[in-house]
């Protein structure tokens, strides 16, 4: 039985996975909303009434897809995400091939210091989890540099010496709203998944590799 999802924007169907019809802008505005008291996550104030437990975030790229298509454990949770965002151009294309054009791609990387900008006006406070030792907590820095106000409660990195549940509850114990996880696909996802209730979060969202581009220099593809 599949979970009921919150739908956070109407989705476009993207070869069996559920995309989000959103913009940049509607996407920072939405994960960085105050928190509703009680309700156990973020009141984002579209579409269906929030239910139990965070609200789970990741994004669809075409490497994804390629992955999806095989591995049934990844296509289930993007099929169950609250919100699977088009990070990749490919989707946005593959959208209106398919008759349903997605407004356009959502890159973390394009816009993850306004995405700061707006947590920290709201107090929301951020954890990561991922990368080699020390790339999370230099990505942490580069943004608090940019926003100083920024609330980094936990910087921890991704290689676990177990399933990972010790890292996912010294991230409750944080007190982080919001949990980016930054382990690629389809790892990432599935760790995420599991240790979702743990992590204690309001919102859970999957980033891929946006902590090495910050904080270890990891180029990315030309604009």
């Given at each position: 039985?599949?979970?009921q999802?919150?739908?956070?924007?109407?989705?476009?169907?993207?070869?069996?996975?559920?995309?989000?019809?959103?913009?940049?802008?509607?996407?920072?505005?939405?994960?960085?909303?105050?928190?509703?008291?009680?309700?156990?996550?973020?009141?984002?104030?579209?579409?269906?009434?929030?239910?139990?437990?965070?609200?789970f975030?990741?994004?669809?790229?075409?490497?994804?897809?390629?992955?999806?298509?095989?591995?049934?454990?990844?296509?289930?949770?993007?099929?169950?995400?609250?919100?699977?965002?088009?990070?990749?151009?490919?989707i946005?294309?593959?959208?209106?091939?398919?008759?349903?054009?997605?407004?356009?791609?959502?890159?973390?990387?394009?816009?993850?210091?306004?995405?700061?900008?707006?947590?920290?006006?709201?107090?929301?406070?951020?954890?990561?989890?991922?990368?080699?030792?020390?790339?999370?907590?230099?990505?942490?820095?580069?943004?608090?540099?940019?926003?100083?106000?920024?609330?980094?409660?936990?910087?921890?990195?991704?290689?676990?010496?177990?399933?990972?549940?010790?890292?996912?509850?010294?991230?409750?114990?944080?007190?982080?709203?919001?949990?980016?996880?930054?382990?690629?696909?389809?790892?990432?996802?599935?760790?995420?998944?599991?240790?979702?209730?743990?992590?204690?979060?309001?919102?859970?969202?999957?980033?891929?590799?946006?902590?090495?581009y910050?904080?270890?220099?990891r180029?990315?593809?030309?604009?």
């Amino acid at each position: 039985m599949m979970r009921q999802r919150s739908r956070l924007w109407p989705d476009a169907d993207v070869l069996g996975v559920p995309v989000c019809r959103v913009t940049v802008s509607e996407f920072i505005e939405g994960l960085s909303q105050p928190q509703a008291r009680g309700a156990g996550r973020l009141d984002i104030g579209h579409g269906q009434a929030a239910g139990e437990g965070p609200l789970f975030v990741t994004y669809l790229n075409a490497a994804c897809s390629n992955i999806a298509a095989d591995d049934h454990d990844y296509r289930q949770i993007l099929r169950e995400a609250d919100c699977v965002y088009a990070d990749g151009q490919a989707i946005v294309w593959a959208s209106g091939w398919l008759g349903d054009r997605l407004p356009e791609r959502v890159n973390a990387g394009d816009f993850i210091v306004e995405f700061c900008r707006q947590a920290a006006r709201r107090g929301l406070r951020l954890a990561l989890v991922g990368g080699r030792p020390g790339v999370a907590e230099r990505a942490a820095s580069r943004w608090k540099q940019e926003v100083p106000d920024l609330q980094v409660v936990a910087t921890l990195d991704g290689f676990f010496a177990d399933d990972g549940a010790a890292a996912a509850e010294s991230v409750a114990s944080s007190g982080a709203d919001i949990v980016l996880v930054g382990m690629g696909v389809p790892l990432q996802e599935k760790w995420a998944w599991a240790q979702r209730e743990r992590l204690g979060a309001r919102v859970i969202w999957c980033v891929g590799a946006l902590f090495e581009y910050y904080g270890e220099g990891r180029p990315r593809a030309p604009v």
